[in-house]
């Protein structure tokens, strides 16, 4: 199985997870173009995709979802507050609403060989949802755009093989930028998005011996870097005796292009 990020960050999501055959795309944040040549890197082409599943309506994670759809006619997965969001803002122009199909939190979808299973998680969305797909004994699990964490998503994440988790922000850096006042709370608040930091102690939180890759992504433009997300959660992990004793690999995924696959084996 291999897990493989188009494109990560606050200006777009794109996350291909699945084989040479045959996979999935969870999000599609980023233009068709941008799509297009991202699974091309990789040998892959939208007509192996077998499903779309969406995390939530924002922007950067649905805003190439209607032309993909226009092009190729792929299943589409979100709750039933993501989808009637989707529609509400009026972008499915020329696509038919049966492509769509309603999933409830926790819900299993198996597709071939892949199981995947929905887990709730706090955002200021619909009903938002992140993902963890298997495939044989092996488990990817996708968590971004988390204001908080809980044992619900520490129990969805705690046996992944490979994980891509949200570190949008460094929090000084948030503090003292230039967003207002009001954004600033919405980001720092219960319904915003995981900090650095805050990665860190949710990673330490699913560390086991079988956890071979963590890909930090949906990394912020404007309040944080690749370097420092990456020197602080690696500086924390260093802390702990588990992570010290474990072959796993820290790796940042990159914003407006696609980071090397990670195959889980």
């Not at 007509?47 to 092009?71: K, M, N, Y």
């Not at 060989?113 to 709730?120: E, Q």
Request: glycine letters at 8%.
């Amino acid at each position: 199985m291999k897990l493989y990020s188009i494109a990560s960050g606050s200006s777009g999501n794109c996350i291909f997870v699945g084989d040479e055959q045959t996979g999935i795309l969870i999000d599609v944040g980023i233009s068709m173009k941008k799509v297009k040549e991202g699974l091309e890197a990789e040998n892959l082409s939208l007509d192996r995709i077998q499903a779309i599943f969406v995390t939530h309506e924002h922007t950067d994670h649905i805003s190439g979802l209607g032309p993909v759809l226009r092009r190729a006619p792929i299943p589409v997965y979100a709750t039933a507050g993501t989808v009637h969001a989707i529609w509400e803002k009026g972008n499915m122009k020329n696509i038919s609403p049966d492509l769509f199909h309603i999933i409830r939190p926790q819900e299993e979808v198996g597709l071939g060989d892949m199981l995947i299973r929905s887990f709730s998680i706090s955002h200021d969305a619909a009903e938002p949802v992140c993902y963890t797909v298997e495939a044989g004994e092996k488990k990817v699990g996708i968590a971004t755009d988390m204001g908080n964490y809980g044992d619900g998503i520490i129990r969805s994440l705690e046996d992944c093989n490979a994980v891509l988790l949200e570190a949008n922000h460094d929090i000084n850096l948030l503090q003292v930028g230039s967003y207002p006042y009001s954004l600033k709370l919405r980001i720092l608040g219960d319904r915003g998005h995981l900090s650095n930091d805050a990665s860190a102690r949710l990673i330490k939180e699913i560390l086991h011996p079988d956890l071979r890759h963590i890909m930090l992504g949906h990394l912020s433009k404007e309040n944080n870097f690749p370097e420092l997300a990456y020197r602080t959660v690696s500086y924390e992990l260093e802390q702990s005796e588990t992570w010290n004793r474990m072959d796993a690999e820290l790796s940042v995924a990159k914003r407006f292009e696609p980071t090397g696959s990670i195959d889980i084996e």
